[in-house]
């Protein structure tokens, strides 16, 4: 699913582990739709980075909590480039760090429905048009899970922590769903990793400061979860469905 006829998806591919990814797979030879929300700035600096290397690549604007943006977005890359063969469910949100005795229900809505339910619907869109029973040719979906589905996120966020775990089930039970009709699903759990998610949560320095309880000492980068991601959706990983693999320094 790489290679010159490969059409990816990448959520959230503007920034961070989804930028990294676009970028990524663009200069290996597959067809890149870099979705973003709201920074159409850094979207149009990925899609450019690919096409200075003589990639092809799109930007698509579109919230993936809304079901008819994510609609919108599998429609625009068939049109640009044809049916998509992979699909990396990136995009995903935290909020500030806190106890939940302090989350209110619209911040726990709006983590679950971009995280879990927008990752649900955009997987539902990959497999309605890559699945062989549909017609398709097969494909591979990525999930972006985290260490917190492991670890819990407690004291900090454990809405999040617990948006992830669902990913965790959605990697194993889709997998196993259409794992006869040419799809393969997989999972990363990226660890601590410098991006700007950390400002999101209040905390710009997270990733260094949490340095010292990485086993391996450091926090990580985008390309070392993008190298996973790459090789999951790659036919290089042809027996792998199911798995969720950790990039997380040992955490
Ligand atoms: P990031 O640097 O904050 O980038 C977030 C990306 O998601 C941006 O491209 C943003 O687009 C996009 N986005 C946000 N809301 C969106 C929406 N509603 N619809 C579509 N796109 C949306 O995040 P990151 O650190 O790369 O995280 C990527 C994934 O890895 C997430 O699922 C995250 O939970 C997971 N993860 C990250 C870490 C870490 O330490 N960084 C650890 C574990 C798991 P705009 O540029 O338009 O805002």
């Not at 048009?129 to 979906?141: A, D, E, L, Q």
């Not at 769903?177 to 950390?198: K, L």
């Not at 450091?218 to 792998?240: K, N, P």
Request: glycine share 14%; aromatic share 4%; proline share 2%.
């Amino acid at each position: 699913m790489t290679g010159s006829h490969s059409v990816w998806i990448v959520t959230g591919g503007s920034r961070g582990i989804g930028a990294a990814t676009a970028v990524m797979a663009g200069s290996r030879g597959a067809s890149v739709c870099v979705n973003y929300v709201s920074n159409s700035t850094a979207a149009q600096a990925v899609v450019e980075q690919i096409t200075d290397v003589g990639g092809r690549a799109i930007a698509v604007r579109g919230d993936m909590a809304v079901e008819a943006d994510v609609v919108a977005l599998f429609n625009a890359c068939q049109t640009a480039f044809g049916t998509p063969t992979v699909l990396v469910n990136n995009a995903g949100v935290l909020d500030q760090e806190g106890r939940l005795e302090g989350f209110s229900a619209d911040r726990i809505a709006r983590i679950i429905d971009l995280n879990v339910t927008g990752a649900l619907v955009c997987a539902r869109e990959a497999v309605k048009r890559m699945s062989t029973n549909n017609g398709g040719s097969g494909g591979s979906i990525v999930n972006i899970s985290s260490m917190a589905a492991m670890l819990g996120g407690g004291a900090t966020y454990v809405d999040y922590a617990a948006s992830k775990g669902a990913i965790d089930a959605l990697t194993i039970g889709l997998s196993r769903e259409v794992a006869r009709e040419g799809i393969r699903v997989n999972g990363v759990r990226p660890g601590v990793i410098e991006t700007e998610i950390h400002a999101s949560g209040g905390n710009p320095t997270r990733a260094r400061d949490l340095a010292d309880t990485v086993p391996m000492g450091r926090a990580g980068t985008a390309e070392e979860v993008a190298e996973a991601i790459f090789w999951l959706a790659s036919d290089a990983a042809s027996y792998v469905t199911g798995s969720s693999i950790n990039v997380s320094g040992g955490r």
